[in-house]
């Protein structure tokens, strides 16, 4: 690697460990919860398609979360902001 | 007097269980305490060459369970640490030669004579780490500072809450503070709050330590080894000591050095 692509990577890249602080973070999330890595996605596709017809709901302000349940299970969050009038 | 049984987990292979299993039992006899290290890993003996012990073999636990002989007769006299002892696992048998209920009667059967067993686990998860992590009071979860041992960390320690265990205590090892200091490398900071463990020791990446290995002797008995110290460290926190973990610096690296690497020099 010549000078100018390492002066370009200390630019643009975020350090390394910052990028495996931030997939660990998401992958043991999942793998705790016991779902494959694009579960939440799917389910918010799917969630987002069946609020479609409700003109009162904001689809865009619609946030989906894996947290910690009350038990010994993850649970899934979302939550479905209604449109201000 | 701290929890006595302990096992030595990771998922993961190679991330250093036996290495540290054979360097903290070792430290431990070395300061006066009776240790008995059993090879869990049947079929992939691996304890005994760290402790430089492979010569003197008879019999393994695998023999005992047979009731070739008793327990007392296989356990294999350390010839540099007294009060060192190590049962060795099977070299030519498989994970289902040793079931749970079986180390559970040998770990008892030792419990009164000893004030540590240290149980090394096989990596994995099957059969063979359930059978490690049974009898242990306590667990500690080894992971080296990468994706693949962090996952399979937190994966082991999932399975331990599962198995009604105590939260397993966490030894980062083969951390290279330069690495972390460029950004390369997760520093053991972040392994903990990723895994939301207890930390219990930091072990630095040392060269030296293949040669240990080699000669086998434990890197804790040599006083110039800085992954032999930060074992040591690690056996006085087992002992309920407070000992401050070691600053961990990248060696050399003044200012004039990271220009020169900048362009790409060493």
Do not use: W
């Not at chain 1, 692509?5 to 793998?31: N, S, T």
């Not at chain 1, 918010?44 to 947290?67: M, Q, R």
């Not at chain 2, 397993?168 to 083969?174: D, E, G, Q």
């Amino acid at each position: 690697m010549g000078f100018m692509d390492r002066l370009r990577d200390a630019f643009r890249k975020p350090p390394a460990k910052e990028v495996a602080r931030q997939r660990l973070q998401l992958i043991l999330k999942y793998d705790r919860a016991g779902l494959p890595p694009n579960a939440i996605n799917a389910v918010k596709d799917a969630i987002l398609n069946a609020l479609k017809d409700f003109p009162f709901i904001d689809a865009s302000g619609v946030t989906i979360n894996i947290s910690e349940g009350d038990t010994d299970r993850e649970k899934i969050e979302i939550e479905v902001p209604v449109k201000n009038n | 007097m701290a929890d006595k049984v302990i096992c030595v987990t990771s998922g993961k292979g190679g991330v250093g269980k036996s290495t540290v299993t054979g360097n903290l039992a070792t430290a431990l006899a070395a300061k006066g305490y009776k240790v008995v290290a059993i090879d869990a890993d049947i079929g992939l003996r691996n304890l005994d060459l760290i402790l430089g012990l492979e010569n003197r073999i008879v019999y393994d636990i695998v023999h005992v369970i047979e009731g070739v002989c008793p327990v007392e007769k296989a356990l294999v006299k350390d010839k540099r640490t007294k009060n060192l002892y190590l049962l060795p696992a099977a070299q030519t048998k498989d994970k289902s030669a040793v079931k749970p209920e079986d180390l559970v009667a040998i770990v008892e059967s030792l419990r009164n004579n000893f004030d540590f067993i240290f149980i090394d686990s096989p990596a994995g998860i099957e059969e063979g780490f359930k059978t490690a992590v049974t009898p242990a009071d306590t667990v500690i979860v080894i992971a080296n500072p990468e994706m693949a041992s962090i996952r399979d960390a937190d994966r082991v320690t999932g399975l331990c809450s599962a198995m009604g265990k105590p939260e397993p205590k966490l030894i980062v090892n083969r951390l290279d503070p330069k690495k972390v200091e460029k950004g390369d490398m997760l520093d053991a900071e972040d392994v903990v709050q990723i895994l939301g463990l207890e930390l219990l020791g930091i072990v630095p990446e040392d060269k030296e330590m293949v040669s240990y290995i080699n000669r086998g002797e434990p890197a804790v008995l040599s006083e110039t080894s800085i992954a032999g110290k930060a074992l040591r460290n690690i056996a006085e926190r087992l002992l309920g000591k407070e000992v401050p973990f070691l600053e961990l610096k990248a060696e050399g690296e003044g200012i004039l050095n990271k220009i020169k690497k900048l362009f790409g020099g060493t």
